[in-house]
């Protein structure tokens, strides 16, 4: 894993006021992508509008498709290319995404999905916010596969979570996900964007061996294969098939073992290393709640509430919710009283906590079908019940 | 031929308290369209400003059976309809001899791009269904982003013009000429500025045994950054640059309905909208030279396609 500096030709340093879509876009310059392509679609527009103005003055290619099933094509291709490569999308695109993402999952390429997202399903509510795409960004794509998410809370993250995301996606070739929200996307605050030099990213783990040599699906010590950029003279094969080091079709139970079991460790066997979470006065707790995206910044002002009451209460912020930080969960859920688990739909990661909790504590989900934020009083009352 | 008080006095299918911008071609479009046939009427309505605007919580404007589906699938929805009310009228539940028209509706970002293999499906199956393309030339629901529909050279959200571009850089898609090539029996292309063609087109698509499809030019003084009260006036300069040619393609044949006394300059289509204001720069003149060299070229191809 070679660590480089950002080309300060992509990163508008200095202290901008920002909302959260223009801060995605930022954050992928900064982060070296040079390949956009996207369909617009409400709230995540202004990534693919911002990109669309910024980039001819840093190089690259912004393409505008017919569709979002032709955009994250367009981006494995581009990422096959050599290019560093993002779209966004809300819900409806999402959805239509997902064939493609399975793709890209068996074809390791490493590229980076934001989704802010909406009220669903079907066309729910454009303008307004959900978080009810976080089960599917894990199992929307059919087949065993594992893949990477990150939920920014701010303006200031959706920059941040975007050069982590596509730091990510090279180290382990593999898509990974910004899960932000229309209220995220559409908040504007103070982003500050740090000199070029101060951003670290990870370079592509170029194959630098005999060009007869290569094998793109041959795991390395750190079981992530090479990659070379299509047309630089390797023979070169990817599928979507189960396939063999050389990326050949291997269409057999004794192959499918192999690759599919490689997907899914790759990213499993590294997950302590991928998990960021945010803990707060963790070590005294009797209440947890755990919370991400938007939902975390509404728990701020019910913990405040209920520290004031006396209750002694703690929280976890999911930077990243994929994988799942399920070792500090189970290690948790033997000491406390109860986590709340508060979140935009009608149960989702709450059952992740839940199957990690194991029945050793009450888990308490705060359900909100969307549209709107919660109301700190409703997590508040959840917190003090917990705590009788 | 249709006279205006009378097409007035017939009820209104798509009724007032929508929500469409001052000057928006939408509803004079589709108040003439849905006037063209007096039977049952189902209508797919794709995601768009149409879709939005008529249906405002807790509203609707429709007074007729109307299905909205996701954003690229009218075509399909409507030829699932319509297949379904045919297996009806094969049971005996709906008399055989009841005429009921099927009508699938999207604007150029639901048609030309995200919706063109669907509608390309239904019209290849032969549905008897009629689809109308209201195509303004941008995804101006979404706030004026490019589309394969906007012309050459014009600014738009993901298309902005600036130092490093004159805006949009590729020609608009020719979506006419695709439908053309399904070989259904009808397709036309209308403008609501000769609304007694686009009345006599909507009512010939509507009569059509099989396939048929509408494009229509629609105004949007939001997106093309131009006078409101002068839409009208803009869509008979389309029409008289051959901008946008009015004509007919049946069975195959083509016909030209409209040809203008003088053809026009494209740059007098040009000029009243915000949106190719930038084309002015002496920059970029290649690309008014090219766009009248395109509209050029296709006004002679479609005139010996009608000669045919």
Known sequence: MKKVKADPKGVLTGAHYLDGDYALAEGALAAGCRFFAGYPITPSTETAERFSERIPSVGGVFIQMEDEIASIAALIGAVWGGKKAMTVTSGPGFSLMMENIGLACMMETPLVIANVQRGGPSTGLPTLTGQQDMMQVKWGSHGDYEIIALCPDSPQECFDLCIDAFNLSEIYRVPTFIMADECVGHMHEKVVIPPAEEIELVERKWFKGPKDKY????????????????????RFHTTGLTHDERGYPALNAEFQEV??????EKI????????????????NAEIIVISYGITSRVTTRAVQQARKAGIK?????????????EKRIKELAKKIKAFVVPEINYGQIVREVERCVE????????????????????IFKAIKEASK | MAKLKDLAAMEDRLVAGHGMCLGCGIPL?????????????????ATGCLEVCTTIFPRTSWNVSWIHSAFENAAATIAGVESMY???????????????????VGGDGGTYDIGLQALSGAMERGHDIVYVCYDNNAYANTGGQRSSATPLGASATTSPEGIKSPGKLQRKKDLTKILVAHNIPYVAQASPNRWQDLYKKAQKAFETEGPAFLNILCLCPTEWKCDESQGIRLAQTAVDTCVWPLYEVENGKYKINYLPKEKKPVLEWIKPQGRFRHLFKEENAWVLEKY?????????????????
Not at chain 1, 259 to 264: A, D, F, I, T, W
Not at chain 2, 292 to 308: F, I, M
């Open chain 1, 215 to 234: 094998l793109p699906y041959k795991p390395d010590k750190d079981m992530i294969p090479f990659m070379v950029k299509a047309g630089d003279g390797h």
């Open chain 1, 259 to 264: 690759c599919v079991r490689h997907l899914v």
């Open chain 1, 268 to 283: 499993r066997m590294n997950a302590d290393k991928i998990i960021k979470l945010e803990e707060d006065e963790i070590d």
């Open chain 1, 313 to 325: 209460v703690g929280t976890i912020r999911l930077i990243t919710v994929w994988p799942f930080p």
């Open chain 1, 359 to 378: 029945g050793q504590a009450p888990v308490i989900h705060i359900p909100h079908c969307g549209g709107w934020v919660h109301d700190p009083d409703e």
């Open chain 2, 29 to 45: 479009i589709f108040r003439i369209v849905l006037r063209a046939t007096e039977d049952p009427l189902i209508i797919a309505n």
């Open chain 2, 86 to 104: 045919k297996a009806l009228k094969n049971k005996g539940r709906i008399p055989k001899d009841k005429k009921i028209k099927f009508l699938g």
């Open chain 2, 292 to 308: 009248q060299k395109q509209v050029d070229e296709d006004w002679e191809e479609l005139n010996k396609l009608a000669k045919l």
